[in-house]
Every structure is written in structure tokens, then in C-alpha cells.
């Protein structure tokens, strides 16, 4: 019985050791085709999907989906990033095929034709998927931005050319509070090549550091709520103690703020085309600010350029940026 047992462990040895030594000459050979036009076979294609899938769902188990992900305010956010990061490989309404899109193999899913389940796509989008074209954006996207890039995945099945390109002109652009440079207000930037570079590169820029990009995305959101005059998410941002300076006058509550001044500020800014210039940010533990220069164009009574000034404090509590402080001040230009 020993004996036989020994001889069965031996014969094991001996069948690994062969396989790997062909695997090893296979791939010394360099018989494989590694070129990208080049398909799998069937049952290497099926292996790796299944190996794929099987990963993040397991990664992307344990990942809580934020309650307001459907939310205009986070879906107009992320439009302006979709246009500037992901429709050359994923393309999107009313876009033809890419370069990049024909090219890549595994393919770019068109994600405008394809519903993602959410915890998994934020997965999928702030890690990347290895060996394939699909990067890891976590790298240069604060958390809340990704939320927002998910949002906007939800909605964009249901988007024609028109509803796509508006929503990205009313997003803000591409900004992700971090990696992207410096004036990238504006959606219709695109030729501007360095725009991409900026992306690519990765990592914070010195105006905004990785510390600061969740409170920054705080900031965008109240904005983008403000500006799409939802009142209950603008309520929701705001620490019932702010102080809000605006005008020369003050409002020492949210419930103040949202007694009085709100509707007003948000109808002045209803539709308005906010660009941002400038942006410096900071944050340590849990006390962040966040100074914003921006041109607004609005269009309420009488078309109206204003330079704004904006200086936002944030406090962190029970894991959520608030704001603090608001101070506004601006002139026409
Ligand atoms: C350079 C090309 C490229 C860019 C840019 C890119 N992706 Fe991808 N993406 C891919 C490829 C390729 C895959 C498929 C990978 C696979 O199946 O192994 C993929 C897969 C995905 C998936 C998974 C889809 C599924 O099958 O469930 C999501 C979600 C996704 N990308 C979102 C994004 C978002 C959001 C952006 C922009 C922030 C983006 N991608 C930018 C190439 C790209």
C-alpha cells in the first residue's frame, strides 16, 4: 500500500513537472500570437470572461450603493466626464466607431447599449479590469466622482444623441477634483490634447490634493444641485449650523438659508453655464475648504456675465463631507 501511494505521488511529480516544462517551452517559443487581432479560442474566451466576472462580483460584494444614485444632480456631474474619459473606448449616443473602440480586444463594451449593475461598475471603473484597455480611474477620480460616473452609466441606455450632448454641455465638463488640469470648465475643450494627457497621468495636482477630492466633489454637487434646482438635495449637503456670507448680508442656519435665500439663488442660477477658472483646495482630518473661481453666464431676466468668487468650509461627520461655511461674492464682468 505504501509502496503503491508512492508510486501514484511520483507519477503526479512527473505529469506537473512535463506540463509545465511545455507551457514553458510553448511560451519561450513565441509560437503564440499575442497580437490583438488575433481572437481567443472559444474555451479561452469563456475561461477568462468566467474569470473576470467571478472576480468582481466577489470584489464588488461588500460595496454599498449610495441611496441617491439617481439623482439628476450626480447624473448631469458625470456626463461631462463620459464625454472627456470613456467615449473614445465606449463610445455614446449619436458617436461613431473610435479608433480605440475598433481596436482593443477584449472590445470596449458600448455602455450606452448595456445596463451595468451599479457596486459592480464602481468597482469596475475605479479599479480597471487588468489585461485588458480598461484603466483604473481610481487613481486620479475621488470616490464621489465614481458614484456619480455609475449614475450616469444607469441613465445613459435611455439617452438619444440630443438628451446626451445637452446634459454633457450642462455638466460642468470634465472635472473629477484632482488629476484633471487646470481650466477644463468647459465640455467643449475637447481638442485641447493636454486635457487628456492630464487624465492619463494620474495622482492629485498641488491646487487639489487626493485628501481634499471627496469635499471637492461635495462642493460640485451642491452646485450641480443648486443650478438643476433641486433644493432637497441642496439642503442635504449643508450642516444645519452654516453660515452662509452672500452680498453683504448672512444667513446663520441651513433653515435660514433655506427659508430665504435659496430659492432665489437657485432660480438666478436655473440653466446658467458655470465655468470654472480656479480651484484650491485643502483638507486635514476632518475639516476641508475649498476656494473656487468661476465665470457664470446666466440668463434669468437679462443675460448677466458674473466673475464669482466662492470660498466653502467642510466638516466631516459620521464619515460624510458637510458644508460648513459658504461666502460668496462676485461682480459682472
Ligand atoms: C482605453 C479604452 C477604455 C477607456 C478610456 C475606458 N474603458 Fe471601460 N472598458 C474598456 C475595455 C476594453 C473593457 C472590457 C474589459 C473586459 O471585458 O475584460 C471595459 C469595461 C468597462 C466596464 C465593464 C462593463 C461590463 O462588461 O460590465 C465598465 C463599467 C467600464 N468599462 C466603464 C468605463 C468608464 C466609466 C470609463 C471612463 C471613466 C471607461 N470605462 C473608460 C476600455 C476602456
Same mark, same amino acid.
Given at each position: ?5 508512492? $508510486? ?50 466577489? $470584489? ?59 457596486? $459592480? ?13 480598461m ?9 464621489e ?10 441613465a ?5 444623441a ?9 455638466s ?22 493636454s ?96 476656494a473656487t473661481e ?40
Amino acid at each position: 500500500m505504501y509502496v503503491r501511494l508512492k $508510486q501514484f505521488v511520483f507519477a503526479i511529480v512527473v505529469v506537473a513537472v512535463t506540463a509545465m516544462a511545455a507551457l514553458a517551452a510553448f511560451a519561450w517559443s513565441g509560437v503564440y500570437d499575442i497580437g490583438a487581432d488575433d481572437p481567443h479560442s472559444k474555451p479561452v474566451l469563456g475561461l477568462l470572461a468566467l474569470v473576470r466576472d467571478r472576480s468582481v462580483g466577489a $470584489q464588488a460584494a461588500s460595496i454599498a450603493v449610495p441611496a441617491d444614485l439617481a439623482s439628476e444632480a450626480r447624473i448631469r456631474q458625470g456626463a461631462g466626464n463620459y464625454d472627456a474619459m470613456c467615449s473614445t473606448c465606449h463610445l455614446a449616443p449619436g458617436l461613431g466607431d473610435s479608433e480605440l473602440n475598433r481596436g482593443l480586444y477584449p472590445a470596449p463594451p458600448r455602455l450606452d447599449k448595456m445596463k451595468v449593475e451599479p457596486a $459592480q461598475a464602481f468597482w469596475v471603473v475605479k479599479h480597471g479590469i487588468k489585461a485588458s484597455g480598461m484603466p483604473a480611474w481610481g487613481k486620479s477620480m475621488g470616490d464621489e466622482y465614481i458614484w456619480n460616473m455609475v449614475a450616469f452609466l444607469g441613465a445613459l441606455p435611455a439617452f438619444d444623441a440630443d438628451k446626451y450632448r445637452a446634459l454633457v454641455a450642462e455638466s460642468g465638463g470634465h472635472s473629477h477634483g484632482g488629476a484633471e488640469p487646470d481650466d477644463h470648465g468647459d465640455a467643449h475643450d475637447h481638442d485641447d490634447a493636454s486635457q487628456h494627457e492630464g487624465a492619463a497621468a494620474g495622482g492629485a495636482s498641488p491646487d487639489v490634493p487626493g485628501a481634499a477630492t471627496d469635499a471637492v466633489a461635495v462642493v460640485d454637487a451642491f452646485g450641480a444641485a443648486l443650478v438643476a434646482g433641486e433644493l432637497a438635495k441642496v439642503k442635504a449637503f449643508l450642516d444645519p449650523a452654516v453660515v452662509v456670507l452672500e452680498t453683504g448680508g448672512a444667513e446663520r442656519s441651513r433653515d435660514e438659508y433655506m427659508d430665504h435665500h435659496a430659492e432665489a439663488d437657485a432660480k438666478f442660477l436655473h440653466g446658467a453655464h458655470v465655468r470654472k477658472t480656479r480651484r484650491i483646495a485643502r483638507a486635514s482630518g476632518d475639516a476641508a475648504w475649498v476656494a473656487t473661481e468661476s465665470v457664470i453666464h446666466a440668463h434669468g431676466s437679462k443675460p448677466v456675465t458674473l466673475l464669482s468668487t466662492e470660498t466653502m468650509v467642510l466638516a466631516k461627520k459620521a464619515g460624510q463631507w458637510r458644508i460648513t461655511h459658504i461666502h460668496w461674492s462676485s461682480r459682472e464682468q
